[in-house]
């Protein structure tokens, strides 16, 4: 079969995104994503933006997010299924595109899995810088599978977390998170129960995969001053707090409020209940954490504009990208069908 002429897109392969990220260093990774999801969020009335679009079954969901400044646009798909890690998969897998709105024509087509693990936890560090107590040293990670390193390397790396206490309903996840983070020299102690790892923290991190409305945690594991970075909980049916503890915040900060009431720990509250964007924070159009001893609540679904971001740093670190030929490349753009290549199997006069 001859080769048809194609138009080659730049493509980065799960492997070229690791290597890429190894070389840079995943914290340093992590805080320029950081920096440009700020920065989104700061222009966040520039963007067209939709809660993303879920396809639901027993065993998980299947997500396309989309979003556009009007010059770029972007989506993502990406995949939540807890039950994976039985048959050998992950739970979580993700591709994605940039574009150029004015001819639509795809800049970049990679994998996002890893890429994924990065934005959460930049964001929900982010996130944290803005709304916890400024003296906080000691996290908790519920919940010790693929996403845990990040989160713990974001929050070492933009916070100044020196201590974590982990703990899994199973102790091969906390093993393994313990051993990667001996590497990078960060301190963590495995604990028991919940209770017992959340007890003294500063910040708790909830990132367990479970589809069913968990109490992860319950409000007598609630200390003054606590953050809470709820991750884990991001899609209908799928919630880790106790709805007691967010009546006890009385409010949420969220990244997209018509998202996170579908997906997020908000879904378990009436329609009213205070979900403060983001973006307003940053902005300074609402406050942040109300006072020193109060409860605050990073409700994290996942929201595109920090894909688009990460789409974004993506284009820019990437000095190699690879060339895909994934689009018919016409000499004459309305001659599609002369691009068929029927020369041959023409059926022949009688
Ligand atoms: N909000 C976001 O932006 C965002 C982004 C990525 C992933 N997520 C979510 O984060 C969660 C974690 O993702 P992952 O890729 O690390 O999944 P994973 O399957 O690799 O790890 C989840 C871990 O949670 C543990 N777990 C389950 N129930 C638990 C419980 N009751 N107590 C303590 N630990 C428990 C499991 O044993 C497992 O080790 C998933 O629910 C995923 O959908 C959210």
Known sequence: MSALPSLSVPYLSADAVAHLIAARGPATCMAEIAERIEADFRRWGEFDKTPRVASHSPEGVIELMPVSDGRHYSFKYVNGHPKNQRVGLPTVLAFGVLADVATGLPALLCDLTLTTALRTAAMSALAARVLARPDCRRMAVIGNGAQSEFQVLAFHRLLGIRECHLYDIDPAATTKLMSNLARLGIVAKPFESTAAAVKGCDIVTTITADKTNATILTPEMIEPGMHLNAVGGDCPGKTELHRDILL???????????????????????????????????????????????????????????????????????????????LPQLDEPRNLFGYLPLADCLPKAA
């Open 248 to 326: 006890r915040a009385g409010q949420v900060f969220v990244e997209y409020a018509p998202q996170t009431r579908i997906e997020g720990e908000l879904q378990q509250m009436p329609d009213d209940f205070p979900a403060i964007e983001f973006w307003s924070v940053l902005d300074g159009s609402a406050a942040g954490r109300p006072t020193v001893d109060a409860l605050t609540i990073f409700d994290s679904v996942g929201f595109a504009l920090e894909d688009f971001s990460a789409l974004r740093w993506l284009q820019s670190v990437a000095t190699q990208p690879a060339a895909l030929g994934l």
